[in-house]
């Protein structure tokens, strides 16, 4: 106790008398590195949180229910729809059918697919309705017309990332052929271009269930499959769980399983991030060592002299570690209240913008408390190795070297 | 009483090893004010030094109240200078971030004695070497007869039976000096502290009421 408190009037004298210089300049050291801590996984956070949310609203919904084993269509869609939007946590569900097809304009000729929806229940389950960029979105009783993705039609923006493999001048109210796989041939009217910024979504093309219907006469009340958009607290298993009750010819998935290409950026990001993070905790613990260092080498007499009239050793090296923790935890504090309230609504206001839309930064409590201990720890680790040198030197050689 | 058997000293240089301290024997008893003497490099200080324990002796033993401290652990040695021994170096050595009375007081915080106001007795001790008036300022701030003068009260705070003062006046000008002197003359007779003090001025015997001399690491004269 005593150790302590001589410890600490040791390391408060220092630092209130100490080099004024000195001590901003390496808390300014430690905000940065609390800073970047936070601005790197912030950003990886967000950008996952937006791509996932992108991919969730725009291409798979929370569950995807498909036919199971050889099936390849699902029975009875408008009773098991019904039935699922019973379901606690549900907030719709949309039936959807493919077809393959060709489509040509001018001298252009590409093969994509065709989904088949009803306009009214799909604009529940997706966003694709609020990312139109031409025309208008479908109705319930629209037939020779189309949606189509802004990678299908080009609409003369040679900045997106499949121009050159798409129609390229198709632009909303334009008509189209579109040659079905079964070989029947139609004109569309282009009733409107989305983009969601979803490159897997941005190529779909979509008609309504009742033209869908005049092209397969046979898929009254079939689904190739029916996307289900949950509430955000609802646990995808429990809700599948239920589903299952109610029919036992089916298979889920979830939005994550169908996330191969998201995930995978993910963990990119996550390895990259972890990589800067080690960079960080070193640039941290050097810059905390060589203050020290250079504070001890240039105390060494003094420290000798404390030494010498009966000042505990570890009361000496408490006091260091404790200038150190102040560093560090002044440096935290700042840099997390300039992150919290300065760096993250700037952000906010010019978002970086990624190919599947902005991210917005996005710090989670548990991270920043880690990364917190974690800097804390090693500053002190730090902080130790320099005055645990210097300690070990004699009195008298301290003091006349 | 301070006991001192066959004390040498030697320090390695490569392969030459120079005897600093050579089978240097002696007693002091308790109250006493001593002056070790001698020429430059003849040991003196390196002798104070063994005997304030602020460095071990390479042969022999140090023997303060029949009990011989010379192989003391680190952290012993450490709780004896703090207890019973004050040290007052040449070069003043004062803590440059602490005011004159922190300066006097933190040795008194380390050992924390209950009941003991150090800082009250801080500012007494202050007073006792005249300078009441400057226990706010800082070394820089302070003559370097007050300096030392600081660095006696802070050898004192502990209530020390032995304090030490290595050439205390060798950087003070004559009237500093003398001033110093009197402050450790005055501690010895009315404080009843043991004096050891190192000085090369033949002048200063006159404070000592006896007096050990040292030629080349051997004690050549003990009066």
């Known amino acids: ?66 036919p199971a084993g050889d099936d390849t269509v699902i029975n009875h869609v408008d009773d098991l729809i019904a039935g699922i939007e019973t379901i606690d946590g549900v907030v719709a569900a949309s039936a959807r059918n493919d077809i393959n097809a060709y489509f040509e304009f001018e001298d252009e000729r590409l093969g994509r697919v065709i989904t088949g929806i009803d306009p009214n229940r799909d604009k529940q389950v997706f966003d694709i309705a609020g990312s139109l960029v031409e025309g208008s979105y479908l109705n319930s009783r629209d037939r020779d017309e189309v949606l189509l993705g802004i990678q299908i039609a080009g609409a003369d923006q040679e900045d997106i990332e499949l121009y050159s493999s798409s129609l390229r001048h198709v632009h909303a109210g334009d008509k189209l052929k579109v040659t079905y796989s079964s070989g029947l041939e139609k004109q569309y009217a282009v009733k409107g271009i989305f983009d969601t910024g979803f490159i897997q979504t941005d190529l779909q093309a979509f008609i309504t269930d009742l033209e869908f219907e005049s092209v397969m006469p046979n898929m009254n009340d079939k689904a190739g499959s029916i996307r289900v958009k949950l509430e955000d607290d609802a646990d995808p298993n429990r809700v599948i769980e239920r589903i299952s009750g109610l029919r036992d010819d089916l ?151 | 009483m301070l006991q001192v058997k066959n004390l040498s000293k030697i320090y390695g240089l490569g392969d030459v090893q120079v005897k600093a301290l050579d089978d240097v024997s002696f007693t002091i008893a308790d109250g006493d004010m001593i002056c070790i003497m001698g020429k430059s490099g003849s040991g003196k200080s390196t002798l104070l030094r063994q005997l304030g324990l602020l460095d071990r002796p390479s042969e022999g033993a140090i023997i303060l109240d029949d009990e011989d401290v010379t192989r003391l652990s680190d952290t012993a040695r450490g709780i004896l200078r703090l207890q019973h021994l004050g040290y007052v170096f040449q070069e003043y050595a004062l803590l440059a971030e602490l005011t004159a009375h922190e300066n006097v007081y933190l040795p008194g915080m380390m050992l924390g004695e209950k009941g ?102 051997k004690m050549v004269a003990e009066e």
């Open chain 1, 251 to 401: 298979d889920f998935q979830t939005w994550q399983q169908t996330a191969g290409l998201v995930q995978s950026m993910t963990e990119s990001f996550t390895m990259i991030n972890q990589i800067l993070n080690v960079v960080n905790y070193l640039v941290a613990g050097i810059t905390v060592f060589i203050v020290t260092y250079v504070d001890v080498i240039n105390r060494r007499r003094q420290i000798g002299i404390q030494r010498a009239i009966g000042i505990k050793s570890q009361s000496i090296t408490i006091s260091y570690l404790m200038r150190a923790l102040f560093y560090a935890i002044v440096g935290l504090i700042v840099g997390i209240l300039v992150f919290k309230y300065v760096i993250i609504p700037v952000e906010a206001r010019h978002p970086f913008e990624f190919p599947f839309g902005p991210a917005y930064l996005l710090t989670q409590p548990s991270y920043t408390a880690r990364m917190a201990s974690i800097l804390l720890t090693v500053s002190l680790a730090a902080a130790f190795i320099p005055v645990w040198r210097v300690m070990r030197i004699k009195i008298l050689d301290a003091i006349w070297g």
């Open chain 2, 116 to 217: 003991i106001d150090f800082r009250k007795r801080a500012k007494e001790l202050l007073e006792l070497v005249g300078l009441s008036k400057r226990i706010r300022h800082y070394p820089k701030e302070l003559s370097g007869g007050e300096q030392q003068r600081v660095a006696i009260a802070r050898a004192l705070i502990n209530n020390p039976r032995i304090i030490f003062a290595d050439e205390p006046c060798a950087n003070l000008d004559t009237i500093s000096s003398k001033r110093v002197m009197e402050t450790l003359v005055s501690l010895n007779k009315e404080m009843k502290v043991t004096v050891i003090f190192v000085s090369h001025d033949p002048e200063d015997k006159k404070y000592a009421r006896g007096l050990l001399v040292l030629s080349d690491g």
């Open chain 1, 1 to 66: 106790m005593k150790s302590l408190k001589v410890a600490a009037f040791l390391a408060l004298k220092s630092i209130v008398r100490g080099n004024v210089g000195v001590i901003v300049l390496t808390v300014f050291m430690l905000v940065l590195v609390t800073m970047n801590l936070l601005f790197v996984p912030g950003l990886i956070n967000g950008a996952t949180v937006s791509m996932n949310t992108i991919l969730i609203r725009n291409y798979s919904g929370d569950i995807i229910i498909e």
